[in-house]
């Protein structure tokens, strides 16, 4: 199957600092069909993690007008707001990929009722066994049931497809994440960079002061605010049907986020910016060709973070 890959720079206009051993590389914003249990973050050790002994946590939030404005807790809000993943099992290595997320473990979902490329750690091809620290199944229980490790209720998708108001995925070291408690990395993804007005209405609370924590990395500075969406720490990277990219919607798009990070000095030397792989095409008559998606496709392509 021919990959499409669109190229859209992220402006580096902050200090590029993140001390983490965590860093976000991508994000299957997009999978094909319906998207429970599809969806993944793709995330890179900077040192090598042994999870029993050194546990984090990942976190979406999702932010809409309806839910009101965002209160004190942040990160820790839970129900259909933020959702939790604690990593306390499995290892990786030094400059090695592992996922989070749903519990499919398909590349780019299913495409026309056939499954794509299996990237679980018992696939078929050995190349295409992927390193999933934690999954969870966050679509099918009763109204008010918590389904994420300590906080997060069901939802359909993890990453709502397209909408204007921002979504967010943090990195924690520990699991037990609250109001005071900073991320040691952290993005957004949104239909525009800065956000709009009315994402930062539905993504922070300037009457009360709270939202969500950010840290120094290369797209967020805490010299001015310590939250999102407030002062200057408004980028955020783009879905893939957002103006100015253009990809069509269930067509699984993974957005991978390319840049270097120099672990000696603790920085990001280039900064994270977007590369939009198109892993489905619906020209292609032979639509099996999902069934040979490798997962070198998100790993070795042109535009992944690398370390140095």
């Given at each position: 199957m021919r990959l499409k890959f669109g190229v859209?720079?992220?402006?580096?206009m902050l200090a590029f600092?993140?001390?983490?051993?965590?860093?976000?590389t991508g994000v299957m914003v997009d999978p094909s069909g319906a998207d429970a249990g599809y969806e993944y973050v793709q995330l890179m050790a900077t040192k090598d993690i042994d999870f029993?002994?050194?546990?984090?946590?990942?976190?979406?939030?999702?932010?809409?007008?309806?839910?009101?404005?965002i209160g004190a807790e942040g990160w820790a809000t839970?129900?259909?707001?933020?959702?939790?993943?604690?990593?306390?099992?499995g290892k990786v290595s030094k400059g090695a990929f592992f996922y989070v997320g749903g519990e499919k473990k398909r590349i780019a979902g299913y495409w026309?009722?056939?499954?794509?490329?299996?990237?679980?750690?018992?696939?078929?091809l050995v190349e295409n066994r992927a390193n999933w620290i934690r999954t969870l199944k966050y679509k099918g229980e009763p109204d008010g049931i918590v389904v994420?490790?300590?906080?997060?209720?069901?939802?359909?998708?993890l990453i709502p497809n397209g909408k204007s108001h921002p979504v967010g995925i943090a990195v924690f070291a520990g699991t037990d994440v609250n109001a005071n408690t900073v991320p040691?990395?952290?993005?957004?993804?949104?239909?525009?960079n800065p956000i709009s007005n009315t994402a930062r209405i539905a993504s922070y609370n300037p009457a009360q002061g709270v939202g969500y924590l950010v840290p120094d990395n290369d797209m967020y500075s805490t010299k001015k605010s310590k939250f999102f969406a407030d002062a200057t720490n408004t980028s955020a990277f783009l879905y893939p049907n957002a103006t100015g990219v253009g990809l069509a919607l269930d067509l699984g798009a993974f957005l991978m986020l390319g840049g270097v990070y120099n672990v000696a000095k603790q920085k990001w030397d280039k900064p994270r910016s977007t590369n939009y792989v198109q892993l489905c095409n619906d020209k292609v008559a032979?639509?099996?060709?999902?069934?040979?998606?490798?997962?070198?496709?998100?790993?070795?392509?042109?535009?992944?973070?690398?370390?140095?």
């Open positions: 859209l720079i992220a402006s580096a600092q993140a001390k983490s051993q965590i860093i976000i029993s002994q050194t546990p984090f946590a990942m976190v979406r939030c999702m932010n809409t007008t309806s839910f009101g404005p839970g129900g259909e707001r933020t959702f939790k993943f604690n990593l306390t099992k026309q009722g056939i499954q794509s490329s299996d990237i679980s750690e018992k696939a078929e994420g490790d300590g906080f997060g209720e069901k939802t359909n998708g040691v990395d952290v993005i957004f993804i949104a239909t525009a032979d639509v099996s060709s999902i069934t040979k998606l490798k997962l070198a496709d998100i790993e070795k392509a042109a535009g992944v973070t690398v370390l140095k």
